[in-house]
C-alpha cells in the first residue's frame, strides 16, 4: 500500500459536519491495483508522514462483487479509545452515506495482519457496522476520561404500505425511542419524479410525486425504485444521522429493499 500512497493522486478529504476533530491532516489517495479502483483515506499528522487509515476497494467491470471496506484500528483491538480511530470511522461513515445504495458491501477490520470482516452487506448494513463501531470506540474514550463526543444515534426509514396509485408514496420514520415528528422527507423516482412532506405524530409522510419536467407520461419509469431520504439533524448533544429508504415494491407488494444514503 506505502508503493501505491506514492504513485496516487491526493486530495484532501471532505470536510463534514459528521467529525469530531476536522483539524487532523485526513486525505484521500486514489488508485487503480490489480482490477480494482481504491481510495485510501491517509493521515499525515506529522506532515512528513503517510500512515494508512482505510481502504475502499471496488471491483472493476464486476458490479456484482461487493465494495470492500476496511480499517486499520491503531491498536490490536477495534474499540480502543484512539482519537484516530474516532476520525478513522467518522471519515469512513462521510464515504460511505455517499456510496451506491444499491451495492453490495464487505466491512471489516485488519488489525496486526488479520483481516476480520462481514460477509456481504446491504449499503444500509454497512452504514449501521460503520457506525455502531464508531460508538464502541466513543464508548472506550468516555471510560478513559476523554471529553465525550457527539453520540450517533441511527434511525429507520421504512416504505409504508403500496398506495394503488403508485405516484402516492409514503415512508415511516422512527428512532429507537419513536416516531420522529415534524420531519422533512424527500421522495424521489427515477428519472426526475419527486414530492416532499413532513412526518406526522406516527412519523409517517405521504406526498404525490410530480414530474420536476413536467411530463404527464411515466411509462418509461415502471419499476423504478422509489427513494425516500432523510438528511438527518446535529443537536447539541446528539447526530441523528441521516438514512434513505430504496423501495422497489409495485402496488400491493410486500417486500421492500431498505438502504440507508447521506
Same mark, same amino acid.
Request: glycine residues 4%.
Given at each position: *500500500?506505502?508503493?501505491?500512497?506514492?504513485?496516487?493522486?491526493?486530495?484532501?478529504?471532505?470536510?463534514?459536519?459528521?467529525?469530531?476533530?476536522?483539524?487532523?491532516?485526513?486525505e484521500l489517495a486514489n488508485a487503480d491495483w490489480r482490477g480494482?479502483?481504491?481510495?485510501?483515506?491517509?493521515?499525515?499528522?506529522?506532515?512528513?508522514?503517510? #500512515?494508512?487509515?482505510?481502504?475502499?476497494?471496488? %471491483?472493476?467491470?464486476?458490479?456484482?462483487?461487493?465494495?470492500?471496506?476496511?480499517?486499520?484500528? =491503531? =491498536?490490536? #483491538?477495534?474499540?480502543?479509545?484512539?482519537?484516530?480511530?474516532?476520525?478513522?470511522?467518522?471519515? *469512513?461513515?462521510?464515504?460511505?452515506?455517499?456510496?451506491?445504495?444499491?451495492?453490495?458491501?464487505?466491512?471489516? /477490520?485488519?488489525? &496486526?495482519?488479520?483481516?476480520?470482516?462481514?460477509?456481504?452487506?446491504?449499503?444500509?448494513?454497512? +452504514? /449501521?457496522?460503520?457506525?455502531?463501531?464508531?460508538? $464502541?470506540?466513543?464508548?472506550?474514550?468516555?471510560?478513559?476520561?476523554?471529553?465525550?463526543?457527539?453520540?450517533?444515534?441511527?434511525?429507520?426509514?421504512?416504505?409504508?404500505? &403500496? %398506495?394503488?396509485? #403508485?405516484?402516492?408514496?409514503?415512508?415511516? +420514520?422512527?428512532?429507537? #425511542?419513536?416516531? +420522529?415528528?415534524?420531519?422533512?422527507?424527500?421522495?424521489?423516482?427515477?428519472? !426526475? +419524479?419527486? $414530492?416532499?412532506?413532513?412526518?406526522?405524530?406516527?412519523?409517517?409522510?405521504?406526498?404525490?410525486?410530480?414530474?420536476? !419536467? @413536467?411530463?404527464?407520461?411515466?411509462?418509461?419509469?415502471? @419499476?423504478?425504485?422509489?427513494?425516500? &431520504?432523510?438528511?438527518?439533524?446535529?443537536?447539541?448533544?446528539?447526530?441523528?444521522?441521516?438514512?434513505?429508504?430504496?423501495?422497489?415494491?409495485?402496488? @400491493?407488494?410486500?417486500?421492500?429493499?431498505?438502504?440507508?444514503?447521506?
Open positions: *500500500m506505502q508503493s501505491l500512497l506514492r504513485t496516487s493522486k491526493i486530495q484532501p478529504a471532505p470536510a463534514s459536519q459528521l467529525l469530531t476533530n476536522a483539524q487532523l491532516r485526513v480494482h479502483k481504491l481510495t485510501m483515506l491517509v493521515l499525515r499528522d506529522p506532515p512528513t508522514t503517510a #500512515r494508512l487509515l482505510a481502504v475502499f476497494a471496488r %471491483a472493476q467491470g464486476s458490479p456484482a462483487s461487493p465494495t470492500a471496506y476496511y480499517w486499520y484500528p =491503531a =491498536a490490536s #483491538r477495534n474499540c480502543e479509545p484512539s482519537e484516530v480511530d474516532l476520525a478513522t470511522l467518522e471519515h *469512513m461513515y462521510r464515504f460511505a452515506i455517499n456510496d451506491v445504495v444499491t451495492d453490495a458491501y464487505r466491512f471489516g /477490520a485488519i488489525a &496486526s495482519g488479520v483481516q476480520d470482516s462481514d460477509p456481504k452487506l446491504t449499503h444500509s448494513q454497512l +452504514l /449501521a457496522r460503520i457506525a455502531k463501531t464508531r460508538e $464502541c470506540v466513543v464508548d472506550a474514550l468516555t471510560t478513559a476520561g476523554a471529553a465525550s463526543p457527539k453520540r450517533w444515534q441511527i434511525v429507520s426509514l421504512e416504505a409504508a404500505e &403500496s %398506495a394503488k396509485d #403508485r405516484a402516492v408514496v409514503s415512508a415511516r +420514520l422512527l428512532s429507537p #425511542r419513536g416516531p +420522529l415528528v415534524s420531519a422533512r422527507i424527500l421522495f424521489t423516482r427515477a428519472p !426526475h +419524479l419527486e $414530492c416532499s412532506s413532513t412526518t406526522d405524530s406516527t412519523g409517517l409522510a405521504t406526498c404525490q410525486l410530480e414530474d420536476t !419536467h @413536467g411530463h404527464d407520461d411515466d411509462d418509461e419509469v415502471q @419499476g423504478a425504485p422509489t427513494l425516500a &431520504s432523510y438528511p438527518g439533524e446535529e443537536r447539541p448533544d446528539l447526530v441523528i444521522l441521516p438514512t434513505t429508504s430504496v423501495d422497489r415494491r409495485t402496488p @400491493g407488494e410486500a417486500k421492500h429493499a431498505k438502504e440507508h444514503v447521506k
